[in-house]
């Protein structure tokens, strides 16, 4: 009897033990994004659904600002219209595209359409240098090298580049005016607090008028127009 309730004791000890295990399991989106994010890597991506009803031109534009002086440079990038029909092709096109299964899956004979934008933020082996790369659905894409700049401490010879990625909330859309996707903001020496920081806002208001920009000594403004076509 003993050895039977004995046996009994040990079996209830030890069996969550021999339970308890360390899995394989498969890796999703979310465990990719932040090994992404660890590594330097942002990508943000915006809906453009809303305006496959119509044709509009988009235009990607890269605006770049100083503290105190404003926008210094801005660089404009034509994507083109935001939808291309297979109606559009020529009857030789149209051939190509069938032999090449260019047409298959497609929807209401949309073949190419920028149906959202996403922006990617890559690290540069050049601590001086970050690069953006953007795509536009499935009809292209833009890669371009936006040069930052060091900030350093004035106590001392340390200098380093630092920079932060923030969102703008997009608030209404108007033809053919500028909207403001993403910030690429600089970080800045604190001289009250004795280090660098980049606090404030973690999303941004598209008229620009967050505190965060009274601090920010260098920053680049990442954005879109949508220009609606006249109706031939």
């Given at each position: 009897m003993k050895q039977l309730l004995l046996f009994a004791f040990l079996l209830i000890v030890v069996s969550p033990t021999i339970a308890q295990n360390v899995k394989s399991r498969r890796v999703d989106t979310e465990d990719v994004v932040t090994l992404l994010k660890e590594a330097g890597?942002?990508?943000y991506s915006f809906?453009?659904?809303d305006f496959m009803k119509g044709?509009?031109?988009v235009k990607l534009h890269i605006k770049e600002y100083e503290k105190d002086k404003g926008e210094i440079n801005v660089?404009?990038?034509?994507?083109?219209?935001?939808k291309i029909l297979f109606s559009d092709f020529s009857d030789e096109e149209k051939q190509y595209a069938k032999e090449i299964g260019l047409t298959q899956g497609i929807k209401r004979g949309v073949v190419y359409k920028i149906d959202k934008v996403n922006l990617g933020v890559v690290p540069s082996k050049r601590d001086s240098l970050m690069t953006l790369n953007v795509v536009y659905g499935n009809m292209g894409?833009?890669?371009q090298q936006l040069k930052l700049r060091s900030i350093s401490n004035p106590n001392c010879q340390y200098k380093t580049y630092s920079y932060e990625i923030r969102p703008f909330f997009i608030e209404n859309f108007d033809d053919g005016k500028f909207i403001p996707l993403l910030a690429v903001l600089s970080w800045w020496y604190d001289d009250k607090a004795n280090l660098f920081r980049c606090c404030g806002e973690s999303v941004l208001k598209s008229n620009l008028?967050?505190?965060i920009f009274e601090n920010v000594p260098h920053y680049y403004i990442i954005g879109i127009t949508l220009e609606k076509q006249k109706t031939k």
């Open positions: 890597y942002d990508i809906d453009l659904n044709d509009y031109n660089q404009n990038f034509d994507a083109g219209v935001n894409t833009v890669s008028l967050d505190e």
